[in-house]
């Protein structure tokens, strides 16, 4: 397996011709410099190329977000394939997600999803793929962002990105390992509310008062603007049964009907209860999923990491130390990707199925023997 992580500015300027080769470019939406397909497609002439906006991200341990970066990874003994799937052709996210699975062959090893962040539903889309996939094939990645703007998000393969789009990077090779899990490092506030009113993702009731007029009490933000962003910093832990614990945080706020959109289902019936965290909860959670990922041998592996919006908000300043945790772990000759995401894909053991995730770091290694 060969990497090559570049900033946008320090791509090279001849082509680069291996056959084999999966190309995954992040951006900023509203970054001072953008990704031109059309260049990418000149510097990666054979490559299957995933292009997706984020709310930062990441090569080795430096987070940008002004210049977009470009990942290339070259299996040498094992294959990928990839495919995109576009929101309006399906009549649900379940179904999608259905496709999705049913595109998989029973080889599989692993299977990477990047989807829209703001359109499509990752519960939904993820029990679709669920049903077709055994639980023991890791699959991983994330919901594209648009920095804390909760505007759009932008996917796109092999063509420049839009809206409504979902990308699945499907591994196959009898020499490849790919391990994956997430933590949060989230504790309870002691509040507890029922949720009383809901359609799929998107919120209206708690114990039967507007949600949208529960969380703007509570949170006291300064202005409507600033509501977004500030429940990054109270998430919500929903609590089902039969289907265990996630936690949730709004995407989409709308100050005008008052409702609020998650990147995952929020159920009627279920319970939620306010969450926060502090800097060094976090890192601590860093360290502990990248320990269950490490591979016995340690070999030198490619480190995708996906990591929510909401974590850089905390850390703010420390945000970095995710990554420099990471590298603690794996070491310095591991190659390192991932981004600030909407909604991270991932399970929590080996026996559980993928699940969508907010406010966690979610880990795949992938190490090609």
């Known amino acids: 397996m060969k990497i090559n992580n570049f900033v946008w500015t320090a791509l090279e300027s001849k082509p680069i011709n291996e056959k084999r080769l999966l190309v995954l470019c992040a951006f900023d939406r509203l970054g001072e410099q953008q990704p031109d397909y059309a260049t990418l497609r000149e510097k990666f002439p054979n490559a299957e190329i995933v292009i997706f906006s984020t709310s930062g991200h990441f090569i080795s341990s430096k987070i940008h977000d002004n210049e977009p970066v470009v990942s290339a990874l070259e299996l040498e003994t094992s294959s990928?394939?990839?495919?995109?799937?576009?929101?309006?052709?399906y009549e649900t996210n379940l179904a999608?997600?259905?496709?999705?699975?049913?595109?998989v062959r029973n080889s599989v090893k692993g299977v990477c999803i990047i989807s829209d962040g703001g359109m499509v539903n990752g519960t939904r889309l993820i029990h679709g793929i669920n049903s077709k996939i055994?639980?023991?094939?890791?699959?991983?990645?994330?919901?594209?962002?648009?920095?804390?703007?909760?505007?759009?998000?932008?996917?796109?393969?092999?063509s420049d990105p839009k809206s409504g789009e979902?990308?699945?990077?499907?591994?196959?090779g009898d020499s490849l390992e790919i391990k994956s899990n997430c933590d949060s490092g989230w504790n309870s506030l002691g509040l507890e509310f029922k949720i009383t009113s809901s359609v799929e993702n998107k919120l209206f009731e708690l114990n039967h008062k507007n949600a949208y007029d529960v969380l703007y009490e509570f949170l006291a933000p300064d202005n409507q603007e600033d509501f977004a962003k500030t429940t990054l910093y109270y998430p919500f832990l929903l609590v089902e049964d039969?289907?265990?614990?996630v936690i949730r945080t709004p995407i989409l706020v709308d100050h005008e009907n008052k409702s609020l959109t998650y990147a995952g289902d929020m159920p009627e019936g279920a319970i939620v209860k306010l969450m926060k965290s502090g800097t060094m909860q976090l890192l601590d959670s860093t360290v502990d999923v990248a320990k269950y990922c490490v591979s016995e041998n340690q070999k030198p592996s490619f480190i995708f990491a996906t990591s929510c919006v909401g974590r850089r908000v905390v850390l703010d300043d420390m945000a970095n130390e995710e990554f420099t945790e990471l590298q603690s772990v794996f070491g310095t000759e591991s190659h390192y990707f991932g981004f600030y995401s909407y909604g991270e894909f991932s399970r929590t053991g080996v026996e559980e199925n993928c699940k969508l995730h907010n406010q966690t770091l979610a880990v795949a290694v992938i190490t090609e023997d």
Do not use: Q
């Open 80 to 89: 990928f394939e990839v495919k995109n799937y576009t929101n309006a052709d």
């Open 96 to 103: 999608m997600g259905n496709a999705i699975g049913n595109d």
């Open 134 to 158: 055994n639980c023991e094939v890791p699959i991983f990645g994330g919901m594209a962002g648009d920095s804390t703007r909760f505007k759009k998000t932008l996917v796109g393969l092999n």
């Open 166 to 172: 979902v990308v699945a990077i499907t591994f196959y």
């Open 242 to 245: 039969g289907i265990g614990n």
